[in-house]
């Protein structure tokens, strides 16, 4: 996996089983990456908390500025094609 985008809401964020499993996978295959890599953007849906364990990054908050959130979502995505080296 090069990059990961979880969708985050108020009701996956209280929801126990698959939603938490994935995250957490996310989130130990994140730790192997070198500091400064981009491979998680939470996505905020809605206004919700942010589930501790993603606090420490930039989150997108979707649900205030949609067009904003697509430049913002896009240019991680390009950065992340910059690290990985890959050709857009």
Excluded: W
Aim: with cysteine; glycine share 2%; proline share 3%.
């Amino acid at each position: 996996m090069d990059l990961v985008l979880a969708f985050i809401s108020s009701r996956s964020v209280i929801k126990e089983g698959y939603v938490n499993k994935e995250l957490s996978v996310t989130l130990d295959i994140a730790q192997e990456k070198p500091e400064g890599t981009i491979y998680l953007i939470p996505i905020m849906l809605d206004e919700c908390e942010l589930p501790f364990r993603l606090k420490h990054l930039n989150a997108v908050r979707y649900y205030k500025d949609q067009e904003s959130a697509k430049k913002r979502i896009v240019q991680a995505m390009q950065m992340r094609a910059k690290q990985r080296k890959i050709e857009l």
